[in-house]
């Protein structure tokens, strides 16, 4: 938060003032040929429209926290332009983006310790820009930063704000929001207890339906040797569950939760969960578990994230692929599943998605790729498609690696596909 989201959010600014100033060009380019068409152009108007409503002074200046240190400002400073370049080369929606976002984005920072008197902020409206209200968990550290006028920056936590399986208790986005006042009216002492009463209650009423509804064991947390960290047998056993070695599926207590279409490539991607209710003409199926489905049209190719094997998606990619090219040249409809439809399962749809399918979404079997070097940026641009459709996609830098790695040098393993 401190350098990462403050990065995103100038560089989005500058894509936005670039989109916004191609739109400007192209009307007056257009204004210049004809006037009359300009009048009657509805283009032009909603050109002008998006030109109108930025203002002069949209700001695309970087905001860092006043900890940070002027050289690592500087260092950041010399490469927005690059990165902005880059993400304007993309694929992104920047248009849509642009059109929604009134003020330019720029972030705040609130800590434990900051005051905020609620009588005294002004109405966001009233703000000339969009905040981006950054909440750390981390301890407020009381070192000022040496030969500068800091103000106190942060320990870091570890987990503090992410990685949220080893701390969240169980809690899935979705529970957390429809019962976010019982938790915050149940007070530090009773909070502990209220996550696990409303974790437990969601896993009976899953399991009611039929969905997964894991039972986990209630286990303590590694606390350091203190007198004031006892804990007794009761205390341990109200504890609320700790998922280090364990993965609850994040979309399970939504009850819409359906699997996501890529367009019209005849691809799918979802959660293991779903799979056996979805009408598909043949599942790939990432997940450690298998499930019940016709193995005629189900192919199990069990993996594990990167932080387990490094290798499990390069091994398997070259099955996958090929499963997946079979069925897609007989017009079939195929599911990609793993166990949160957010990590492995878009990973391995964005191998498929670059070895089978040309730039412009269209299926050949491999052509395209057969005679083009893949990049990253290739592959970012197809990663951001995919992303379009999967709304919850969260790819780990690992697993991307991996996949990488098989497009750049793993033509090896596409040789003996079927044709």
């Known amino acids: 938060m401190s350098k990462t989201i403050p990065i995103w959010t100038c560089v989005l600014n500058r894509s936005i003032q670039n989109h916004r100033e191609r739109m400007r060009q192209s009307a007056l380019v257009n204004d210049g040929v004809s006037l009359e068409n300009h009048k009657e152009s509805s283009t032009c108007d909603k050109y002008y429209g998006d030109t109108r409503q930025m203002p002069i002074d949209w700001d695309c200046s970087l905001h860092l926290p006043l900890w940070v240190s002027g050289t690592e400002r500087a260092s950041i400073e010399k490469r927005l ?4 370049q880059q993400l304007d080369a993309s694929g992104a ?3 849509s983006l642009a059109s929604c976002l009134k003020k ?7 800590s434990q310790k900051t005051v905020i008197w609620l009588n005294e902020v002004p109405d966001h409206e009233s703000w000339d820009f969009t905040p981006i209200i950054l909440v750390s968990a981390s301890s407020p550290s009381g070192v000022v930063q040496r030969r500068t006028s800091s103000e106190f920056s942060w320990n870091y936590i570890p987990g503090a704000g992410d990685d949220e399986e080893s701390w969240a208790r169980g809690l899935t986005p979705s529970l957390f929001w429809n019962c976010a006042y019982d938790i915050i009216n149940a007070g530090p002492e009773m909070c502990n207890q209220m996550v696990a009463d409303i974790v437990e209650k969601d896993r009976v009423y899953r399991a009611r339906r039929g969905q997964d509804a894991p039972q986990v064991t209630v286990k303590a947390p590694n606390l350091l040797p203190s007198s004031d960290h006892q804990l007794s047998d009761n205390d341990e056993s109200q504890l609320a569950v700790d998922l280090a070695n364990f993965n609850i599926d994040r979309n399970s207590s939504d009850e819409d939760c359906v699997i996501s279409w890529l ?6 991607v979802g959660t293991s969960q779903n799979a056996g209710v979805s009408k598909v003409d043949c599942i790939l199926n990432c997940d450690k578990e298998s499930i019940f489905a016709d193995p005629k049209a189900y192919l199990h190719l069990p993996m594990v994230t990167s932080k387990f094997d490094r290798f499990s998606l390069l091994n398997n990619l070259p099955s ?6 079979l069925n897609l040249s007989e017009g079939k409809t195929l599911l990609i599943c793993c166990d949160n439809g957010e990590d492995i399962s878009v990973c391995i749809c964005l191998a498929i998605l670059t070895a089978l399918f040309d730039e412009e979404g269209t299926f050949d079997g491999g052509n395209f790729f ?3 070097c893949i990049t990253k940026l290739e592959m ?3 990663l951001i498609t995919i992303c379009k459709y999967v709304v919850n996609a969260r790819p780990s830098r690992g697993n991307l690696k991996q996949v990488f790695n098989f497009l750049s040098g793993g033509r090896a393993g596409l040789t003996n596909m079927p044709t």
């Open 81 to 84: 332009e690059e990165w902005t």
């Open 93 to 95: 929606d920047i248009s």
């Open 104 to 110: 330019p984005l720029r972030p705040l920072w609130i």
């Open 263 to 268: 367009g019209l490539t005849n691809l799918a």
């Open 320 to 325: 996958a692929v090929n499963f997946a090219k």
């Open 370 to 372: 057969s005679e083009t």
């Open 380 to 382: 970012r641009r197809r």
